[in-house]
């Protein structure tokens, strides 16, 4: 499993707009120093992103995407249960969403929240809860009550409402997915490839938890909180002092974090991890 040779992490966005403050970037060498932010002019746009997911990967990469790659599926059997054009796993869901959001610009996915159907799944903004979204904190995948399990608070993906919602995310993460789809795998809804690069989610809390910091202050906002952080994963610290914004330091502690577990064949086989969720659900990295 100690075959990559480069791990990057990417703090994703799902904003509307064209360049986003919340896409970083950081990469981290196997053959060891301090992780390194990836620098794109004005900022990320999602397409740049995708353009280096494809172009610039270095080989053998591991990439992982702070982003939900799929919806829950499990708890009812299906993706949008009444919908005759709910899908049935996770790519045909990435095509779905990609296909009635394919005029909405930079990768977003408006269109599909508020799609007739899709949208009484959905909790939107204005006091708009669809009747199917099933009141409360909305519906899970089995790999976010395994997050759960870990002290992390995951959010329902059907839940584009509040600062801590990864739904908009989640949905604008998908349709570069089937951008990318034949291109580069995600596991596990693709298996994991014997070579080249494979892309996995991440969940940033995870990673700051292993590296000494509490869910409720998973954020490290100062290069000293970083460097903390770093030192516990084993990793050599970054250069510089004061305040660092709280995105990159999401970044580089999670490619030190994922440089410390790719080679964790146990990661890679969750005993919770049947094929049927791996088809439809995916699963998060590091969730055991």
Sequence with gaps: ?????????????GATGARHKGIAIAIADAGGGPPVLVERGKGWSRSDVLHLLREELPADTLVGLDLGI????????????????????????????DSIAEDDEHLAAGSFVDHPEASRHFRRHGGREGDLFGGGRGRFRVTE????????????NFNLVGAAQVGKSSLTGMRMLHA?????????????????????EIYTTLAAITAGRT???AKMRTIDELN??????????????GAIDDHASD?????????????????????SLT??????????????
Excluded at 70 to 97: N, R, V
Excluded at 145 to 156: D, F, R, V, W
Excluded at 180 to 200: M, N, S, T
Excluded at 251 to 271: I, K, N, Q, Y
Aim: glycine share 8%.
């Design 228 to 241: 903390t952080a770093l030192r516990n994963l084993g990793s050599p610290p970054v250069v510089g002092s």
């Design 1 to 13: 499993m100690n075959r990559f040779s480069h791990y990057v992490a990417i703090d994703w966005s």
């Design 275 to 288: 094929p049927k969720i791996a088809r439809t659900e995916g699963w998060t990295f590091g969730v055991p």
């Design 251 to 271: 970044a580089l502690v999670t490619a030190a974090w994922l440089r410390t577990r790719g080679h964790d064949a146990a990661l890679w086989s969750p005993e």
């Design 145 to 156: 009550i395994e997050q759960a399990k870990q002290g992390c608070k995951p959010y329902s």
């Design 180 to 200: 990318l789809r034949g291109e580069v795998p995600v596991w596990p809804v693709d298996p994991l490839p014997a070579v080249g690069p494979v892309i996995v």
């Design 215 to 217: 869910a409720a202050r």
């Design 70 to 97: 799929s919806l829950p599926f499990l708890d009812a059997g299906a993706f949008f249960p009444g919908w005759e054009e709910s899908p049935e796993d996770a790519k045909s869901l990435w095509a779905l969403i």
